[in-house]
């Protein structure tokens, strides 16, 4: 009934690119050297899909300052292991379950669970066992919003659909706003750049609705209120839906498993520098990088960033001998707190005295003031035996508490009536979408990409791996120079004429 997840994307005459096609070799030799710096899902998706499209024989170097998997990670919890970090796959993100079915992974089993909408003082929404008792409550409280809701959301996945037609017959595009464009033309582009509360407000979706339902799903998937970008919002009101999964073992195996697919050559090191290097009209790029035995450097043919580039974040990376130079990017990423608690939750602060009679698995909350946390769950272990049943509310479980800030004693006592652990994990998940208002660049230099940028688009795992798509598919294109498959209109029609 709630949830998080979606999709996105671009066009623009390669004419009109602002590194056109200098960074080509004038022989279309095959690249030697491609560097990638990052091995999250957006990273180790693009080096997987740099091997395919050009080939067995170049070096494919992933480098990784911390973990593999990124913000795909798991804790450990009473000898079980926990997601902490991005956890939810919607059943239409076609890149990650190509990826699931070429690793030979597994879709964890579901175990259902009920939602309900916290409001500081009473639940004011919740699900029960009979789906038309849960939709005529819906349409009661707030009319045929709901209606509008989905079918606004329908259509914006339906166009977003379009992205996997084009990529699949190799088509790419230099800009985010030509890839969202090439979608939904100047609509989605604008989403970018409008309020989620005004586009809805605008469509008929009434004020309550937004506050009891909408906002709730925003605080629980991006920490943040219903000013965000519409499109930000369409992205996690897809996966806010019953039909999704996550990876038996953790979602994390994705990336490990694409770097093994992909035969690259993981390099644990803190990225430095990058400088350019001219050979006439062809240019590679230095790349300088700390490891626990020094600073070494490796000169690459062609080098995608993985990576945020905000001076808030603190990529550590510096750009240097760039004409025109490359400066830290504007805006912020949001603090997400995850608490993983292993204990008894204190179900009478939600109005059930007896912990026996509280049906639900997951909380949701208002943007009230007061409260000092934006979700609370019972969650499952990324490995689900076949004879596992979720906790019942009296039994000690482990629940995932979201918050913008770390909870004191005093707010741990609130939500639980006691607990045996407590484990504390701070994100930067996603961008604090309104402090930049411009989409970044795609390509940043000649051979010099940035992937990361989508996700001032949209934020989720489906969209990092389109963005890896992109930028393996633009840069094969730009190497050897094929301006027919980058940037172009009219994209369907060019399609059915092709079959």
């Known amino acids: 009934m709630f949830r998080c997840l979606c999709y996105l994307l671009l066009v623009l005459p390669s004419f009109l690119s602002a590194f056109g096609d200098s960074g080509s070799q004038l022989d279309a030799t095959p690249p030697s050297k491609i560097a990638v710096v990052g091995a999250g899902i957006g990273g180790t998706a693009a080096a997987h899909y740099l091997r395919q499209h050009f080939g067995p024989e170049v070096q494919l170097d992933v480098f990784e300052k911390g973990q593999v998997g990124g913000r795909l990670a798991t804790i450990t919890v009473n000898h079980n292991d926990y997601e902490s970090g991005g956890s939810i796959i919607h059943s239409l993100n076609l890149h990650m379950q190509e990826f699931v079915k070429q690793l030979g992974l597994k879709y964890r089993r579901s175990v259902a669970g009920k939602t309900a909408v916290f409001d500081g003082e009473q639940i004011i929404l919740e699900e029960t066992d009979w789906y038309l008792l849960d939709l005529f409550r819906i349409w ?8 509008r809701l ?61 506050e009891e339902v909408i906002a709730p799903v925003m605080r629980v998937n991006y920490g943040q209120n219903i000013s965000l970008p519409a499109f930000v919002g369409a992205v996690s009101l897809a996966g806010a839906q019953t039909n999704l999964w996550s990876v038996e073992g953790g979602n994390k195996l994705v990336c490990s498993g694409l770097l093994k697919l992909a035969n690259a050559n993981l390099i644990k090191a803190q990225v430095t520098n990058i400088s350019p290097v001219h050979s006439g009209e062809a240019v590679q790029h230095q790349v300088s990088f700390s490891t626990a035995t020094g600073i070494k450097s490796e000169l690459y043919d062609i080098v995608v960033l993985a990576t945020p580039l905000q001076a808030s974040v603190g990529s550590g990376i510096a750009f240097q001998g760039f004409t ?77 508490v979201f918050s913008s800030q770390p909870l004191d004693k005093a707010q741990l006592k609130t939500l639980f009536r006691s607990y045996y652990s407590v484990q504390v994990t701070e994100w930067q998940a996603y961008p604090h979408y309104g402090s930049s208002q411009a989409l970044p660049a795609v390509e ?24 890896a798509k992109n930028i393996a598919l633009l840069a094969f294109h730009r190497w050897n120079r094929q301006t027919d498959m980058v ?9 059915k004429t092709e079959l």
């Open 324 to 400: 025109p130079p490359i400066e830290p990017l504007p805006g912020d990423y949001h603090r997400t707190i995850a608490t993983i608690v292993h204990g008894y939750l204190n179900t009478s602060y939600f109005g059930f005295p007896d912990p026996r009679l509280f049906p639900f698995a997951s909380i949701l909350t208002t943007d009230t003031v007061e409260l000092f946390f934006n979700s609370a769950a019972s969650v499952c272990p990324v490995n689900i035996s076949a004879g596992f049943r979720r906790k019942q509310p009296q039994e000690a479980g482990v629940y995932k």
């Open 487 to 495: 940037d172009q209109k009219d994209l369907m029609h060019r399609i």
């Open 140 to 147: 009661w409280r707030y009319g045929i919003s709901f209606i």
């Open 150 to 210: 989905q079918m606004w959301v329908e259509e914006i996945m339906e166009k977003f659909m379009r992205i996997y037609k084009y990529q699949a017959h190799g088509y790419a595009f230099s800009s985010l706003e030509g890839l969202l464009g090439s979608l939904g033309g100047s609509g989605f582009i604008n989403m970018t750049r409008r309020s989620l509360s005004d586009s809805l407000l605008e469509l008929g979706v009434s004020q309550r609705f937004i």
């Open 444 to 467: 940043l230099q000649p051979n010099l990409y940035y992937l990361n940028g989508m996700e001032w688009a949209g934020s989720a795992m489906e969209m990092s791996a389109v963005a």
